[in-house]
């Protein structure tokens, strides 16, 4: 029976060329766009669960607030991790990882720059998937100076994985030893290291010092332990041992901090929940996370996009039902129940839905590159051909086909035999308001996409637009200049005499670097608790300023003549100067601890005021922000002003190969690193931007199917309108009319809701635009014209038939 049912469905769908090429075709986009977005959700959810323990790990988290200044970071004291295995035996192991950011490592005469490096224990490979080529594990990381390497880093240095012995000269500064040679990370991983070397060379590792947080801790926990067991293990280490210290140096217990307003809390993350949950605000991160809202944003997108072309179907094949009526009746005639009907019009959508599927599928395959390209990710398909996927894939299928021809198959086959032989469709009559408000659903979903790519593209151009407190147009950056050591000084002097370089500052401290650092201050020579804060400070020289085009707001500036009085002079930020809450912040003192010890304090005094500038993403807002006079050289921003940059660069690495050959030459511009803070907001933008558009076109075939459905049911009326004298404009506006009708009603629906949407988006971003009314006018207007021009081509079509064919049965 159902092999009939197939067959039949073949045959009618064959018959019906036109018909089944759009309706396949819009299931088929729906489908494929359905697929690459549950592809992108589904790998941002798989993050870190290539490891075997992913439901086992934690990573220690610190977060502290003193009289309104806040510290939170990943990173937390040296002895939490050996502390927790040491007394808690539910702690089954630990890891740290002191990230080094970058190195240099020597391949042969040359020297070569590598970002994806890190100190760890030598329990990582206890803690963390990270499975073998070469080596053992188990002792790979015992011995100072030893380090792992990927299977891409072995091969780029030795073209072999067989390296275990090798030896890499790295930070010019030692000899590695290679101990073994590990697969390449995956690429759904919250890091991803190529150079691994071993914590045991760290002193400071085993250290006992409960007040720096300088160290990635994650814990391997044994099975059944709980997060909330876990994380009252970690507060009480705290209190015992970092309260101890605070009691100590601060004559103050953790209790007390509290009862002031202030707090010092340490928690536990799930390792799963690392990428998408980790808190924005902090700046410790190994490397950028994601977005749990932007998971619910495109898991609905797809969803709806995927009942866009349900809705398409239904239009579609209701548009077709008077061709199909007579078949209805003369099936009915001869003895067909209405469930053999509706089995015959759900085999129809099922055999269509497959067709759609498979070539959705296909298109996948296809697309899959240029999407990752666009996502900045590197999915394989081979994640929806997981058994899980698979079931979702089959259920999909069985979901979407009853969805979509649910609706024609009880509406087809619900007409009653007498009325459709004698030429009388009087179902459809009864499903006006359901079709109406099937498209009305559609241009809702439409308009709120339109509108969410506006408001995307809006604050997406207030970034680059924005008032960010420097100048960051023509600002060229050198990188890792620790190589010129001594040489730091002469090397800028030699930059400066190049034609076209105006200013120079040497720095690693760079609004669009990496450089971080929060000491504690306290407002009062007794270090009283009450007046200590901690704040971002970076060491700054008297270039800094000038060269990135920052404005004093009051004070002045470090100067090389008050050398003497500026070495413990201070510049603040707005921020910083309200936090502090001085009347007039200039020339207050301020006091640091010397070496972490708050019995030995050295004085500030604060010689000016800086305008506040964005040194974060803005999706946090301006903290306080100190800058004082200290040599930093981890890398060199020049002010240039020439039409030839390339020309320009060519003399600089002239200047750098005379003084450390061999050396790196990396360089950047203050804007590129200044796009690449919101890479991953912009390459979520185009995807939904992508996808919107995808949307759109979908519905306007779903449009298209219900102008053909209104043409027929008035074919006869269009005719006697024709015979009384109308004209074709009368007609395209007579059938026009009551679907912009429809899509107005869209529209008054879908502005509060995409109002509601992105204004819960932007309140993502501590620096937004606000949604203007000219975004809702113009989605409306660009909604409105669409259909205009999707209906025009039926109504058109309409208005130009002969009207004696139409009448000709009368």
Aim: proline content about 4%; glycine content about 6%; hydrophobic content about 45%.
């Amino acid at each position: 029976m159902f092999k009939n049912y197939l067959k039949i469905a073949w045959r009618n769908l064959w018959k019906q060329k036109v018909f089944t090429l759009i309706n396949v075709g819009g299931l088929t986009i729906g489908l494929t766009v359905g697929l690459l977005l549950l592809l992108w959700v589904q790998n941002e959810l798989n993050f870190d669960r290539y490891n075997k323990n992913v439901d086992r790990i934690y990573r220690v988290t610190t977060n502290i607030h003193v009289n309104n200044s806040n510290f939170i970071s990943s990173t937390v004291p040296d002895p939490m991790g050996p502390t927790m295995v040491s007394e808690y035996p539910q702690v089954e192991n630990m890891v740290r990882l002191l990230t080094a950011r970058d190195i240099m490592v020597n391949k042969g005469h040359e020297t070569l720059w590598e970002k994806n490096g890190t100190w760890a224990d030598s329990t990582l490979f206890d803690v963390f998937t990270l499975p073998f080529i070469a080596g053992n594990p188990k002792t790979a990381l015992t011995t100072p100076y030893s380090v792992v390497i990927s299977e891409r880093a072995a091969r780029k240095y030795f073209q072999s994985t067989d390296v275990v012995g090798k030896i890499l000269h790295i930070n010019n500064t030692a000899d590695y030893r290679v101990t073994g040679v590990m697969k390449n990370i995956p690429d759904a991983s919250h890091f991803h290291f190529d150079f691994i070397m071993s914590m045991a060379e760290i002193a400071d590792s085993r250290g006992n010092d409960w007040l720096n947080n300088n160290y990635f801790t994650y814990l391997l926990v044994r099975p059944g332990t709980t997060r909330a067991s876990l994380s009252a293990s970690v507060k009480a280490v705290v209190r015992k041992y970092l309260g101890a210290r605070y009691q100590e140096l601060l004559h103050i217990n953790l209790d007390e901090l509290e009862k002031q307003g202030n707090y010092v809390h340490y928690d536990v993350m799930p390792l799963a929940d690392i990428h998408l949950y980790a808190d924005k605000a902090d700046q410790t991160a190994i490397e950028p996370g994601g977005d749990v809202q932007y998971v619910y944003i495109f898991s609905a997108a797809g969803i709806f996009i995927l009942l866009i072309a349900c809705i398409n179907f239904m239009n579609l094949s209701t548009a077709r039902s008077a061709s199909r009526a007579k078949e209805v009746g003369v099936r009915k005639t001869l003895g067909s129940l209405r469930k053999q009907l509706i089995m015959q019009f759900l085999a129809e959508s099922w055999l269509i839905c497959s067709m759609a599927m498979a070539l959705a599928l296909l298109a996948v395959a296809l697309l899959l590159p240029f999407f990752n390209q666009l996502a900045g990710r590197d999915m394989n398909i081979r994640l929806l051909y997981t058994p899980r996927i698979i079931t979702y894939f089959l259920l999909l299928l069985l979901a979407v086909g009853m969805l979509a021809g649910a609706y024609p198959a009880f509406f087809l086959s619900g007409f009653k035999p007498l009325q459709v032989l004698k030429g009388k469709l009087a179902a459809g009559s009864n499903t006006k308001s359901i079709r109406s408000g099937l498209v009305v659903l559609q241009f809702v979903i439409s308009s709120v996409l339109i509108i969410g790519t506006f408001v995307i593209y809006n604050q997406l151009h207030y970034i680059q637009h924005r008032q960010i407190g420097y100048n960051r147009q023509q600002v060229l950056v050198l990188q890792n200049t620790y190589p010129l050591y001594k040489q730091v000084r002469a090397f800028r002097e030699a930059v400066l005499k190049l034609p076209g370089v105006e200013d120079g500052t040497m720095t690693g401290f760079l609004p669009t670097g990496q450089f971080r650092n929060s000491p504690s201050f306290f407002k009062d020579r007794n270090a009283d608790v009450t007046t200590a804060f901690t704040t971002e400070t970076w060491s700054v020289d008297e270039h800094y300023i000038p060269t990135l085009g920052m404005r004093m707001v009051s004070g002045r500036n470090f100067d090389p003549e008050h050398f003497a009085s500026d070495s413990t002079g201070i510049i603040v930020n707005e921020t910083a100067a309200r936090l502090l809450g001085f009347k007039d912040p200039l020339d207050k003192l301020l006091y640091h601890p010397i070496n972490d010890n708050v019995r030995t304090l050295q004085a500030y005094h604060i010689i000016g005021v800086v305008k506040d500038f964005n040194y974060n993403s803005m999706h946090q807002a301006i903290t306080p922000l100190f800058l004082w006079l200290d040599e930093q050289r981890g890398s060199m921003a020049f002010r240039i002003k020439t039409g030839d940059i390339p020309a320009l660069v060519a003399q600089v690495k002239k200047q750098w190969d005379a003084m450390v050959p061999g050396q790196p030459f990396l360089y950047s511009f203050m804007d590129d690193d200044f796009n690449a803070i919101y890479r991953a907001d912009q390459r979520t933008g185009n995807v939904f931007i992508w996808f919107a558009a995808l949307a759109i076109v979908v519905a306007c075939l779903g449009l298209s199917g219900l102008a053909v459905f209104t043409a027929e049911q008035r074919t006869k009326e269009i005719g006697i309108r024709k015979v009384h004298g109308a004209s074709v404009a009368d007609i395209v506006s007579l059938l026009s009319r009551d679907f912009i009708k429809l899509v107005l009603v869209a529209i008054v629906i879908a502005t509060p809701v995409a109002w509601y949407i992105m204004n819960s988006w932007l309140q993502d971003f501590a620096y937004r635009t606000a949604i203007p009314w000219w975004v809702f006018l113009l989605s409306g207007s660009i909604a409105v014209l669409i259909a205009l021009f999707t209906v025009s081509f039926q109504s058109i079509k309409a208005a130009l038939m002969n009207p004696v064919k139409s009448l000709r049965t009368e």
